[in-house]
T-cell receptor
Framework: DAGVIQSPRHEVTEMGQEVTLRCKPI?????LFWYRQTMMRGLELLIY????????DSGMPEDRFSAKMPNASFSTLKIQPSEPRDSAVYFC????????????FGPGTRLLVL | GQNIDQPTEMTATEGAIVQINCTYQ??????LFWYQQHAGEAPTFLSY????GLEEKGRFSSFLSRSKGYSYLLLKELQMKDSASYLC???????????FGTGTQLKVEL
């Protein structure tokens, strides 16, 4: 079975540009999570969805960040405009409420904002 | 609120046993996860404890005491490939929302 798929794997952009990160969860999973990891703050939950509906976005740092899940197999995290402090690794994870609830992580997107 | 504490770094010798402790203060707690993360890679699932006691899985075991807000991960017969960061995470809510500790960087030496 394919794991969680994220794209792009690496992104370098300039301050002020829009950045879109993409995620395809494991087929059949009904929960999807977006995390951000930095050396200073560790792994932080940004937002999570259940059955494509956002449940908790309290971790989204500010209005520049938005996330959508238009269907069960696709989600995006958008940063507009991007700032250097957004530089981090962004992970997507998915889990199933009927199969143990363990979260499985994608490979991550390394974002560098210059 | 949520608060997870674990040591920042540990060093151990190949073939030895190491115990990584984690304490948590979490409202709505329903379980404790351990993940392993190698440098430059994604976290991978190791164990999940819901009830008090020890869960054994090969060389790795995890323990939970809900009354004490305490867990540990025990790694036996250490191998060089076990050098990694070990993340403790408390789970809350119906969706198993995870709050992660900052991770314990384990270095295994010859």
């Amino acid at each position: 079975d394919a794991g969680v798929i994220q794209s792009p794997r690496h992104e370098v952009t300039e301050m002020g540009q829009e950045v879109t990160l993409r995620c395809k969860p494991i087929s059949g999973h009904d929960y999807l999570f977006w995390y951000r990891q930095t050396m200073m703050r560790g792994l932080e939950l940004l937002i999570y969805f259940n059955n494509n509906v956002p449940i908790d976005d309290s971790g989204m740092p500010e209005d520049r960040f938005s996330a959508k899940m238009p269907n069960a197999s696709f989600s995006t995290l958008k940063i507009q405009p991007s700032e250097p402090r957004d530089s981090a690794v962004y992970f997507c994870a998915s889990s199933s409420s009927t199969r143990g609830r363990t979260q499985y992580f994608g490979p991550g997107t390394r974002l560098l904002v210059l | 609120g949520q608060n997870i504490d674990q040591p920042t770094e540990m060093t151990a010798t190949e073939g030895a046993i190491v115990q990584i402790n984690c304490t948590y203060q979490t409202s709505g707690f329903n379980g404790l996860f351990w993940y392993q993360q190698h440098a430059g890679e994604a976290p991978t699932f190791l164990s999940y404890n819901v009830l008090d006691g020890l869960e054994e899985k090969g060389r790795f075991s995890s323990f939970l005491s809900r009354s004490k807000g305490y867990s540990y991960l025990l790694l036996k017969e250490l191998q060089m490939k076990d050098s990694a960061s070990y993340l403790c995470a408390s789970s809350t809510g119906g969706g198993n929302k995870l709050t992660f500790g900052t991770g314990t960087q384990l270095k295994v030496e010859l």
